[in-house]
Protein backbone atom coordinates (compact mmCIF):
# COMPACT_ATOMS: atom_id res chain seq x y z
CA UNK A 1 0.00 0.00 0.00
CA UNK A 2 2.51 2.40 0.35
CA UNK A 3 4.67 1.93 -2.61
CA UNK A 4 1.50 2.72 -4.60
CA UNK A 5 1.43 6.38 -2.78
CA UNK A 6 5.01 6.92 -3.25
CA UNK A 7 4.41 6.16 -7.20
CA UNK A 8 2.09 8.32 -7.21
CA UNK A 9 3.22 11.14 -5.67
CA UNK A 10 6.61 10.71 -7.37
CA UNK A 11 5.16 10.50 -11.66
CA UNK A 12 2.03 13.36 -11.60
CA UNK A 13 2.19 16.64 -12.98
CA UNK A 14 3.29 18.28 -10.35
CA UNK A 15 6.25 15.64 -10.34
CA UNK A 16 6.81 16.48 -14.15
CA UNK A 17 6.87 20.22 -13.63
CA UNK A 18 9.38 19.83 -10.57
CA UNK A 19 11.62 17.99 -12.73
CA UNK A 20 11.19 20.19 -16.43
CA UNK A 21 11.72 23.32 -14.97
CA UNK A 22 15.11 22.95 -13.33
CA UNK A 23 16.14 20.91 -16.84
CA UNK A 24 15.53 23.54 -18.94
CA UNK A 25 16.61 27.13 -16.40
CA UNK A 26 19.51 25.39 -14.56
CA UNK A 27 21.93 24.02 -18.08
CA UNK A 28 20.47 27.14 -19.66
CA UNK A 29 21.77 30.10 -16.99
CA UNK A 30 24.54 27.86 -16.53
CA UNK A 31 25.80 28.50 -19.91
CA UNK A 32 24.18 31.63 -20.89
CA UNK A 33 26.74 33.17 -17.75
CA UNK A 34 29.86 30.77 -19.13
CA UNK A 35 29.30 32.62 -22.52
CA UNK A 36 28.43 36.41 -21.02
CA UNK A 37 31.55 35.99 -18.80
CA UNK A 38 34.02 34.79 -22.00
CA UNK A 39 32.06 37.02 -23.93
CA UNK A 40 30.78 34.27 -26.45
CA UNK A 41 27.62 35.37 -28.36
CA UNK A 42 27.10 31.74 -29.90
CA UNK A 43 27.61 29.96 -26.23
CA UNK A 44 24.73 32.59 -24.88
CA UNK A 45 22.33 32.01 -28.44
CA UNK A 46 22.79 27.95 -27.58
CA UNK A 47 22.26 28.26 -23.95
CA UNK A 48 18.58 28.89 -24.66
CA UNK A 49 18.17 27.01 -27.53
CA UNK A 50 20.36 24.00 -28.38
CA UNK A 51 21.58 23.78 -24.51
CA UNK A 52 17.95 24.52 -22.79
CA UNK A 53 16.02 22.47 -24.93
CA UNK A 54 17.50 19.71 -25.27
CA UNK A 55 17.90 18.85 -21.90
CA UNK A 56 14.33 19.97 -21.28
CA UNK A 57 13.37 17.54 -23.64
CA UNK A 58 15.31 14.82 -22.76
CA UNK A 59 13.62 14.98 -18.94
CA UNK A 60 10.50 14.91 -20.46
CA UNK A 61 11.34 11.70 -22.56
CA UNK A 62 13.28 10.07 -19.74
CA UNK A 63 10.16 11.45 -16.97
CA UNK A 64 7.72 9.57 -19.25
CA UNK A 65 9.77 6.39 -19.63
CA UNK A 66 9.81 6.13 -16.40
CA UNK A 67 6.40 6.41 -15.79
CA UNK A 68 5.10 4.00 -17.88
CA UNK A 69 8.57 1.71 -16.83
CA UNK A 70 7.41 1.90 -12.98
CA UNK A 71 3.59 1.82 -14.01
CA UNK A 72 3.96 -1.19 -16.25
CA UNK A 73 6.20 -2.86 -13.38
CA UNK A 74 8.96 -2.90 -15.93
CA UNK A 75 12.52 -3.44 -14.81
CA UNK A 76 11.41 -1.87 -11.49
CA UNK A 77 14.08 -4.36 -9.19
CA UNK A 78 16.62 -3.50 -11.48
CA UNK A 79 17.05 -0.04 -11.82
CA UNK A 80 20.63 0.06 -12.97
CA UNK A 81 19.80 -1.97 -16.39
CA UNK A 82 16.69 0.60 -16.64
CA UNK A 83 18.36 3.62 -16.21
CA UNK A 84 21.09 2.62 -18.81
CA UNK A 85 17.99 1.71 -21.23
CA UNK A 86 16.60 5.32 -20.40
CA UNK A 87 20.15 6.97 -21.23
CA UNK A 88 21.01 4.74 -24.05
CA UNK A 89 17.33 5.43 -25.74
CA UNK A 90 17.76 9.66 -24.95
CA UNK A 91 21.05 9.60 -26.22
CA UNK A 92 19.95 7.39 -29.65
CA UNK A 93 16.76 9.75 -30.01
CA UNK A 94 18.95 13.09 -29.23
CA UNK A 95 21.38 11.39 -32.33
CA UNK A 96 18.30 10.65 -34.87
CA UNK A 97 17.41 14.57 -34.12
CA UNK A 98 20.91 15.70 -34.62
CA UNK A 99 20.69 13.73 -38.20
CA UNK A 100 17.50 14.36 -39.37
CA UNK A 101 17.80 18.04 -38.61
CA UNK A 102 20.89 19.15 -39.62
CA UNK A 103 22.42 19.88 -36.30
CA UNK A 104 25.60 18.71 -36.86
CA UNK A 105 27.41 22.22 -35.66
CA UNK A 106 25.18 21.53 -32.26
CA UNK A 107 26.07 18.06 -31.57
CA UNK A 108 28.23 18.56 -28.72
CA UNK A 109 25.85 20.59 -26.63
CA UNK A 110 22.80 18.46 -28.30
CA UNK A 111 24.00 15.15 -26.73
CA UNK A 112 25.92 16.81 -23.76
CA UNK A 113 22.46 18.48 -22.52
CA UNK A 114 20.91 15.44 -23.57
CA UNK A 115 22.72 13.21 -21.57
CA UNK A 116 22.45 15.37 -18.62
CA UNK A 117 19.22 15.71 -18.21
CA UNK A 118 18.48 11.90 -18.10
CA UNK A 119 20.64 11.13 -15.89
CA UNK A 120 20.12 13.82 -13.52
CA UNK A 121 16.52 13.01 -13.81
CA UNK A 122 17.37 9.03 -13.12
CA UNK A 123 19.37 10.13 -9.86
CA UNK A 124 16.59 11.94 -8.96
CA UNK A 125 14.55 9.30 -9.19
CA UNK A 126 16.74 6.72 -7.70
CA UNK A 127 17.03 9.50 -4.36
CA UNK A 128 13.73 9.98 -3.87
CA UNK A 129 12.90 6.11 -4.13
CA UNK A 130 15.20 5.66 -1.61
CA UNK A 131 14.42 8.71 0.67
CA UNK A 132 10.55 7.60 0.62
Same mark, same amino acid.
Given at each position: ?????????? &???????? =???? =??????? $???? !?? &???????? $?? =??? @? @????? @???????????????? @???????????? !???????? $??? =?????????????? &??????? &??????????????????
Amino acid at each position: MNSTNSLEST &FNFRGLIT =AALP =AYVFPAL $MSFI !SG &FLLQNNNL $MT =ASY @S @SIGLS @SLLSTLCSFTLLWQLE @SKRILVRNKLIR !SLLIIVLI $MGL =ATLGIWLFNWHHER &FNILFST &FLGAAILIIRDLVIKRNS
